[in-house]
């Protein structure tokens, strides 16, 4: 049978790989609490984001590498499969309408694609005056995008792995504890060559990271490795 997308449309892009072995890996990075990363991810590959202690947010973008102007767009990706939550089968959407990758496992269950980066902006607002100084993932973002000739202009609503954001009947959005457990993992097929941009999420004033934001593992495959 042909693998769907959560759409229920036939895909070409979704498979049900065999289990990844990461010693096979061509590229294996931890990047730390709180830091920012970015790198390429070629047409093929496969992009395993892992939460290696739990209950930790993954902020992520996806750009074309080779035409920053076409980037992942929430809205689209949201209409595309007709859910709100970003799983096993979801299509990433471009703002021009491509497919930018297809998330092809998940051992999580769900990830928010509503609620966006936390900013300075919005910590004051939502925490008070005193939480205004700190560092937040819009400016992980900022001096990440900057490394590819990009400016703050270029960041746009986000994936957040593994955020638990609950949608509640009023259409309100609830940021609450994550279910993501040590180990769980997230796979993206890349069906055009990527830039991904990860804010290893540094928020402290919402459950998202327990309270404690810790380490995440960044692993990409070749095909003959998957």
Not at 38 to 58: F, H, N, P, T, Y
Not at 63 to 84: F, K, V
Not at 117 to 126: G, K, L, M, Q
Request: charged share 15%.
């Amino acid at each position: 049978m042909q693998p769907t997308s959560l759409s229920g449309r036939a895909s070409p892009f979704i498979a049900s790989p065999a289990a990844l072995d990461p010693t096979q890996a061509i590229y294996d990075f931890t990047i730390p609490a709180n830091r920012p990363w970015s790198g390429l991810v070629e047409k093929g590959q496969i992009l395993r984001i892992v939460d290696l202690q739990g209950c930790q947010a993954v902020d992520t973008l996806f750009y074309n590498a080779h035409d920053h102007g076409e980037r992942y767009s929430a809205q689209d990706t949201i209409l595309d499969q007709g859910a709100s939550y970003v799983s096993a089968g979801t299509r990433l959407i471009s703002n021009q309408g491509g497919i930018l990758g297809v998330v092809i496992a998940d051992s999580c269950g769900r990830h928010d694609t509503s609620a966006g980066a936390c900013s300075c902006e919005a910590n004051t607002v939502r925490f008070g005056h005193q939480t205004r100084f700190m560092h937040a993932c819009r400016e992980n973002f900022v001096i990440e995008v900057s490394k590819h000739g990009m400016t703050k202009r270029d960041v746009v609503p986000n994936i957040n792995f593994f955020m638990n954001v609950p949608i509640e009947p009023t259409g309100a959005l609830a940021i609450v504890d994550g279910v993501s457990a040590p180990g769980d993992y997230v796979d993206v097929l890349a069906t055009m060559d990527l830039l991904c941009v990860i804010s290893n999420c540094p928020q402290i004033n919402n459950p998202c990271n327990g309270f404690d934001p810790s380490p995440v593992q960044v692993l990409i495959f070749d095909p003959s490795s998957a």
